[in-house]
T-cell receptor, first 113, second 115 residues
Framework: AQSVSQHNHHVILSEAASLELGCNYS??????LFWYVQYPGQHLQLLLK??????LVKGIKGFEAEFIKSKFSFNLRKPSVQWSDTAEYFCAVNPSGTYKYIFGTGTRLKVLA | NAGVTQTPKFQVLKTGQSMTLQCAQD?????MSWYRQDPGMGLRLIHY???????DQGEVPNGYNVSRSTTEDFPLRLLSAAPSQTSVYFC??????????????FGPGTRLTVT
C-alpha cells in the first residue's frame, strides 16, 4: 500500500539550530511531493512543492527540501530555525496522474526561544 | 478569490445528532475532498468528488455522507454523530497543474466536538 512516513513525531530545537525533518514514501511510480505547515490553531499552508526538475526545492520562510529519488525521500531543511517556526509539519505525496494525496502523520516542531 | 471556505469554524454536537459541514470553493476546481485530522494520524481522506454529481469514498467514509450538486459546493453530512467523530475537518479543492499533477488548496477547517 502507498504510504508516507515521517519518523520524527516530535522535535524540540533551540533558536538558530538547524532543522531536518525526514519524509519517506512508498510508491514506485512518478510522484509530486509537498510539505505543508500548520501553525497552532490554523489551517494547512503550503511550504513548498516538487513536481519535476531540480530536486532541491526552495519554499517560503527559508525552508528547502531535497528529493532523492533513489531513497524515496523528500526531507525538509532549514539552516536556522526561529521561535515562530513552532508548528506541525506534514509531508504529502501525490502519485502523478491521480487526484490522491497521501499524508504523513506529521512532525510537531517546538522551537525554544 | 475567497479560495476554499468552510462553515462553521467550531461545532459541538451531542451523540446521535446530525449536521452538515459546509465547504465551498470559487476557483472552478473539479476535484474536492474532505479530510479529518486527528493527533498522531495526519490527515485521512473521508470522501472525494471528481466533479458535480460524482463522489467516492476515501479511507474513512463510515458515518459520513457527501453530495456534489454543483462545482462550487461539497457538503459533508454526519448522519448520527459519535464521539469518535470528534476531530478537525478540512475541505480541499485541487487544481490540475500539468498533465496528471494536482495541487491542493485547503480550507480553514471545522473543529467538531461530539459529547
Amino acid at each position: 500500500a502507498q504510504s508516507v512516513s515521517q519518523h520524527n513525531h516530535h522535535v524540540i530545537l533551540s533558536e538558530a539550530a538547524s532543522l531536518e525533518l525526514g519524509c519517506n514514501y512508498s510508491y514506485g511510480g512518478t510522484v509530486n511531493l509537498f510539505w505543508y505547515v500548520q501553525y497552532p490553531g490554523q489551517h494547512l499552508q503550503l511550504l513548498l512543492k516538487y513536481f519535476s526538475g531540480d530536486p532541491l526545492v526552495k519554499g517560503i520562510k527559508g525552508f528547502e527540501a531535497e528529493f532523492i529519488k533513489s531513497k524515496f525521500s523528500f526531507n525538509l531543511r532549514k539552516p536556522s530555525v526561529q521561535w515562530s517556526d513552532t508548528a506541525e509539519y506534514f509531508c504529502a505525496v501525490n502519485p502523478s496522474g491521480t487526484y490522491k494525496y497521501i499524508f504523513g502523520t506529521g512532525t510537531r516542531l517546538k522551537v525554544l526561544a | 478569490n475567497a479560495g476554499v471556505t468552510q462553515t462553521p469554524k467550531f461545532q459541538v454536537l451531542k451523540t446521535g445528532q446530525s449536521m452538515t459541514l459546509q465547504c465551498a470553493q470559487d476557483m472552478n476546481h473539479e476535484y474536492m475532498s474532505w479530510y479529518r485530522q486527528d493527533p498522531g494520524m495526519g490527515l485521512r481522506l473521508i470522501h472525494y468528488s471528481v466533479g458535480a454529481g460524482i463522489t467516492d469514498q476515501g479511507e474513512v467514509p463510515n458515518g459520513y455522507n457527501v453530495s456534489r450538486s454543483t462545482t462550487e459546493d461539497f457538503p459533508l453530512r454526519l448522519l448520527s454523530a459519535a464521539p469518535s467523530q470528534t476531530s478537525v475537518y478540512f475541505c480541499a479543492s485541487s487544481e490540475l497543474i500539468r498533465g496528471g499533477s494536482y495541487e491542493q488548496y485547503f480550507g480553514p477547517g471545522t473543529r467538531l466536538t461530539v459529547t
